[in-house]
């Protein structure tokens, strides 16, 4: 499969506890793409990544959110002290600047439910 | 900021038809990007159509096409001969020249009668 994935599909967790998410962009493309889309809404971005580089920050991503990319592969995503207003499907998209990095392509999303 | 807006929660096509979803965006850019996405239910989304802003021909991918007022910042997709398939969520986004980030509308759902 060379598409973006990203794992778990689906988690569910108890308020207060931290959660991490993964996402595996499609093989050589160098930038990395964060969105949060809850229910019945497009999607808003997160954060960007190009290589190993996080370059851009939404303001919707408070102090409890953390991303990396270490190695520029895949990227995770973590939320320390879920909030039941966490809720929401997060959703990974992938370029390549090389192409001018237009066209996003995103993975299936983690759903996370918040309790 | 830019902002992107879908003012159609809900449309409604009978199988073999044409119908048309509205977007409408506010820039002061003048160079960017506008597309349009596909979210079946439960699956990932996918690129329909793009339509770079300095072109004045509009974009075209086989049943899918736009009419792209960049004067009116008006950015509609087309779908001639709706399937079954095409029953989904779709969203208009649109990206700055200068920028990486999506801004996305709100959606419409698009439901298709056999």
């Known amino acids: 499969d060379t598409g973006v994935s990203q794992n778990p599909r689906h988690k569910i967790t108890k308020r207060g506890q931290n959660v991490t998410f993964r996402c595996d962009p499609i093989?050589?493309?160098?930038?990395l793409y964060w969105y949060r889309q809850t229910l019945g809404q497009g999607p808003e971005f997160l954060t960007y990544?190009?290589?190993?580089?996080?370059?851009?920050k939404s303001r919707l991503l408070s102090d409890r959110f953390s991303a990396e990319r270490p190695k520029g592969s895949f990227s995770t995503l973590e939320i320390q002290r879920t909030e039941q207003g966490d809720s929401a499907m997060y959703l990974c998209?992938?370029?390549?600047?090389?192409?001018?990095?237009?066209?996003?392509?995103f993975g299936p999303g983690t759903r996370l439910t918040v309790l | 900021a830019q902002t992107v807006t879908q003012s159609q929660p809900e449309m409604s096509v009978q199988e073999a038809e044409t119908v048309t979803l509205s977007c409408t965006y506010d820039?002061?850019?003048?160079?960017?990007?506008l597309f349009w996405y596909k979210q079946p239910p439960s699956r990932q989304m996918i690129l329909v159509i793009r339509?770079?802003?300095?072109?004045?021909q509009n974009a075209t991918e086989n049943r899918f096409s736009v009419n792209f007022q960049k004067a009116a910042k008006s950015f509609s997709l087309k779908i001639s001969d709706s399937q079954l398939g095409d029953a989904a969520m779709y969203f208009c986004?649109?990206?700055?020249?200068?920028?990486?980030?999506?801004?996305f509308g709100g959606g419409t759902r698009l439901m298709v009668k056999p």
């Open positions: 820039t002061s850019e003048s160079d960017y990007y």
């Open positions: 093989s050589e493309h160098n930038r």
């Open positions: 986004a649109y990206r700055s020249n200068a920028g990486n980030m999506l801004t």
């Open positions: 998209a992938s370029s390549l600047s090389r192409l001018g990095g237009v066209e996003q392509f």
């Open positions: 339509q770079e802003a300095y072109k004045q």
């Open positions: 990544f190009q290589n190993e580089a996080q370059l851009e």
